[in-house]
């Protein structure tokens, strides 16, 4: 039982971040109908900044949490300043164009890979814990960290959650997502709820990114192995359902963590992988996927 | 005089210049290494050291006078190339330096699945190949110009084992950990073998796939099998100290073991306090007792320009160069075949401070192996500390 426990715990810290990576991207596909590969890359840049200006801020004397902070909100703000830019000179001209934009994000990929490595270097880069100590949660050991992370993403899943179901601009984003056209005949500014999406979308990257900073380790690569999670996640979900995506998250985590515990971690990839085969052939459109 | 008047007479001058001054160009002549390491991914730091210590090693013989073969004098230009620690950007680096940059030699390489790559496409064209990685497949009479510039699981773990195991009488079992490809699955068969002779009992021996970011299944797996010693194999430093991370976090407290753990810093940055205490078997210290002031000089630079100390994996490629230096010279040629010839034979400084030369006879069946000592390295009290060294 004790195992259980602390295996459904391992599942839920896993998953989180996993929630918050896949709930930008089902966002960008619901209302854009892009599948954006660029989304591991701002996941990334706000873990790198934070990487990189939290020692630095520790150094210079600031407290560890307030030094996390200010380095989170840095690393945030240049995520969405790098989103912003890609999407206003990128998919802003790509939406709704499967190919367009898949070959668009193919190239960005490629040309961040490059940046982030001649910016950043390739090596690791070290990130001190900022809340210490761990404790046990019904027998299962969670690090303070670990359990901010989770708090914090789950957080996030349900203001998302709710302003999508009770805003004026959830409710817009809900009508593009379903039908952009009947939306536009509605008054709905199309072009500027995609706007607002993406930034959304890279928001939760970036907190994504901030969050995982202290946990993880964070080098230029760090994002390519959550974006392939995060797909799968989203495909397993359905593409474009938020519901949806907090679910394929949690179903990847489980399988990752019973995987790796009762295997061995190489069959739990593999074992993910399968997964969205098996998806695929009998449910194309997801657990709960309407595209 | 006009403007082009005095055009063409700068012009006419310059060329005159460039004919006279063309013999003293010409007779600097550089033989391009190339160099096929991690510079991304968790393993990057080895890389960029790797890069350091070539390019020192070739600022120190350009001063020296260069290499002289035929009475030409040659320097040496490192050319170094991301493989990522897999056999597809490998076989692209391997591409990129034979055929692209068109080098004979290659002064270093990293990873064993990379470096099979490379090593194909090397003995096609003839080139000569120093290498640092593990894999006992590439070493052999069936590869006569591949050289090993570090120790390697062979040389390494019958001295790291058999301390543990001195220092730990009463610990009985090992968890094994390796990264799931060449590098880690030759290293296991090796270590396996080491540890059944010290009659430790394997309890598992798990792979994980290299880019992993969560660790806590692997560790909690580790760790319910409640073994003495966790053995993380190959696993590169930022990975290690993850995984002993979430070992420490389990309540797990074993005697923990890096066999290609090359120091404190890699580890510490991932793995915070849990690196305490971690046996390692490529990991050097630089002590004002015992190092020179060369290695201290060397040492310091490295720190400021990588980050952290060298280690064995860096050291390498340092090596390598003299070696080819010295090889160069006894064979008065620069053709790859010659060299490779003449390399089992030379001696050259390395930079542990002593000359060596290679071996490897009857391990290999052939003499490819630098004659390396085998230092076993623990952290105490958040640094790497020496605790057993073997000169073969």
Known sequence: ?291 | MTIFNKCATSAAAILVASFAAAPMVQAEEVIKLGLSTPLSGAAAIWGKGAEFMCETAAEEIREAGGVSVQGETYFFECLSYDNKYNAAEGTKVAQALFNREGVKFIGGSLGTAPVRALQSLAERQGALVFTTAWGASLKGPEHPTTFTQMNTPGEILPELIGYIVEQHPGAESVAMLNPNDATGQETEEIAATVWGEQDVEIVASDYYERGTTEFQPIAARLASFDPDIIDLGATPPADAGAIFKELDVIGWDGVKVVEVGTGADGLKATGGDAAEGVYMGAGVTFNADTATEHQIKVNERAKEAIGESLNAVQIGFYDSLFALKAAMEAADSVDPQAVAEAMPDVTFKTFYGSDIGFYGEERYGRVQQMRLPIIVTQVQNGELVEVGRLTP
């Open chain 1, 1 to 291: 039982m004790q195992t259980f426990i602390q295996l459904g715990a391992t599942t839920l810290q896993i998953g989180a971040v996993y929630v918050l990576f896949s709930l930008g991207l089902t966002l960008i596909f619901g209302v854009m109908r892009i599948v954006n590969f660029v989304h591991g890359h701002i996941f990334a840049v706000a873990a790198l900044v934070v990487a990189y200006l939290l020692p630095i801020l520790v150094g210079g004397g600031l407290a560890a949490p307030a030094a996390y902070v200010v380095a989170s909100a840095c690393g945030i703000a240049v995520s969405l300043a790098l989103g912003a830019i890609i999407y206003l000179f990128g998919f802003r001209y790509f939406q709704r164009d499967l190919v367009g934009s898949f070959i668009l994000s193919i190239g960005l990929v490629l040309l961040l890979d490059g940046v982030l490595l001649h910016v950043f270097g390739g090596a690791v880069r070290g990130v001190p814990e900022i809340f210490p100590g761990s404790v046990n949660i019904a027998g299962a050991q969670i690090t303070v960290q670990r359990l901010f992370l989770c708090g914090v993403a789950f957080l996030m899943a349900g203001i998302l959650y709710w302003t999508l179901g009770h805003t004026k601009l959830g409710r817009a984003l809900r009508a593009v997502a379903y039908d952009h056209e009947a939306a536009m005949m509605m008054g709905v500014p199309y072009a500027r709820i995609a706007f607002f999406g993406f930034l959304i979308a890279s928001l939760l990257a970036a907190i994504a990114g901030a969050l995982i900073a202290p946990v993880s380790i964070v080098s230029p690569v760090i994002g390519t192995d959550y974006l392939i999670k995060g797909f799968i996640a989203v495909i397993i979900g359905g593409l474009g359902s938020v519901p949806g995506a907090i679910l394929g998250s949690l179903f990847v985590a489980l399988v990752e963590t019973l995987g790796g515990y009762y295997f061995d971690s190489s069959y739990a990839a593999i074992a993910i992988f399968a997964l969205v085969i098996v998806v695929l052939l009998f449910r194309p459109k997801g657990m709960m996927g309407r595209a």
